[in-house]
Structure formats: C-alpha cells, structure tokens
C-alpha cells in the first residue's frame, strides 16, 4: 500500500510570513500532484512534477520534488489570507500500477491578516 | 466554472430516506470517481467508472449504489444511511483512467448530514 505522510497537520501564520510544507512516502511515485481545497469546494490542481529533482514556480509557491520520486515540499513565500486551505498531495503511481491516484492527509493552511 | 457539476450541494436526510448525488461533467473526460472526505481523515476513494464501466469499488457498504449512464453523468444513490455516513462526497473526473498525470478535476462537493 502507498502512503502519502503530510506535514505539519495545521498551520496558522501571520500574513507575510515564509512555510514549507511537506509530503513524503517509503514508495516511489511516478509524479507528485499538489491541489488546494477552499472551505466548501473541491481541490483544485496547483501543479503536477514528474521528473525526480524537479522544481516548479507558481507566482509566490515553489514546488519540488525529491531526487528519489518520494516526497515533494511546497514553499510558500509572503504568506497571504487567499493562500488559506487545505493542502493535499497526490502520488501517480510507478507504471501506472493501480493507476489511482493516492492522496495524503492534507495541510490546513490558516493565514491572519 | 471548474467543469465538472455536482448537485445538491447541501443535502440532509433521515436514517430511512432514499435520496442521490448527481455529477455531470463537460470537459470530454472518460473516467469518473466518487470520493468521500470526512473531517480529519484522507479522501476516500469509493468507486471509479472508465468509459461508464465500474473498474473499482473500494469495499464500500452496499447502502451506496453507484450509476453511471453515460460518461458524462455519475449518480450515488442513497439509501438507510447512518450517521457516520456523514461526510463530504466528491465527484471527480480525469481524462483517461491509466493517465494520472494531468491531475483530477474535482466537483465542489456535495455535504451529507445523515440525522
């Protein structure tokens, strides 16, 4: 079974502040998904990485993924109360074996103005 | 507009009711699934449809009957549920079952408070 390990759990921050966030596995995974759920809506798809060391820009949010394909950290730079929600990762499995995605628990992101 | 339309967006109903989700999307995709995301828990997969055959069904209680008419439309019907069933249910769609990469487009939801 692959498990997606989310850390910190919750996270309250003033606006303006730096956090990084974490995702890690004992599996490998094909790709790593990153998606941010709002109260009351569905996650929506941040980014996708694939390639082992890889690192995407979105505007203020860096993310990477491990040279092995295990984990991945999003980076949040200056923090803002819009960046509020629940962080999920989601590993594509190698080979396309079970061809599911997994999800990991989540990150809920509070940011104060 | 995320593409993929879930009704009702609240829904409360008895122990004894028999009530159903709806899930209709546009974007073209061919594999759809039904999730479940309770508080404090990792989203639960319940059932996957490709190409309106159920390829998955994730030991889930008989009381959750899916239906998919078409590849458009997936339904989760409803019936003597409890109220540990209470949850946020999810609709999702991607464009193909064995490609995983260009991530799930997800519904808003649907909030289920079984009383």
């Known amino acids: 079974t692959q498990l997606l390990e989310q850390s910190p759990q919750f996270l309250s921050i003033q606006e303006g502040e730096n956090l990084t966030v974490y995702c890690n596995s004992s599996?490998?995974?094909?790709?790593l998904q990153w998606y941010r759920q709002e109260p009351g809506e569905g996650p929506v798809l941040l980014v996708t990485?694939?390639?082992?060391?890889e690192v995407k820009k979105l505007k203020r949010l860096t993310f990477q993924f491990g040279d092995a394909r295990k984990d991945s950290s999003l980076h949040i730079t200056a923090a803002q109360p819009g960046d509020t929600g629940l962080y999920l990762c989601?590993?594509?499995?190698?080979?396309?074996?079970?061809?599911?995605?997994?999800f990991g628990g989540g990150t809920r992101l509070m940011v104060k103005p | 507009e995320t593409g993929v339309t879930q009704t009702p967006r609240h829904l409360v109903m008895g122990m004894t009711n028999k009530k159903s989700l709806k899930c209709e999307q546009h974007?073209?995709?061919?594999?759809m699934y039904w999730y479940k995301q309770s508080a404090k828990k990792p989203l639960e997969l319940m059932f996957v449809?490709?190409?309106?055959?159920?390829?998955e069904n994730n030991s889930v209680p008989s009381r959750f009957s899916p239906e998919c008419p078409n590849s458009s439309h997936l339904f989760l019907h409803l019936h003597t549920l409890q109220p540990e069933d209470s949850a946020l249910y999810l609709c999702?769609?991607?464009?193909?079952?064995?490609?995983?990469?260009?991530?799930?487009?997800f519904g808003s939801g649907t909030r289920l408070t079984v009383v």
């Open positions: 989601a590993g594509g499995p190698l080979r396309n074996a079970g061809n599911m995605l997994t």
């Open positions: 974007l073209g995709h061919n594999a």
């Open positions: 999702a769609s991607s464009q193909a079952l064995y490609v995983v990469d260009y991530g799930y487009t």
């Open positions: 449809y490709s190409l309106e055959e159920r390829v």
């Open positions: 599996s490998v995974f094909s790709s």
């Open positions: 990485v694939v390639t082992g060391g």
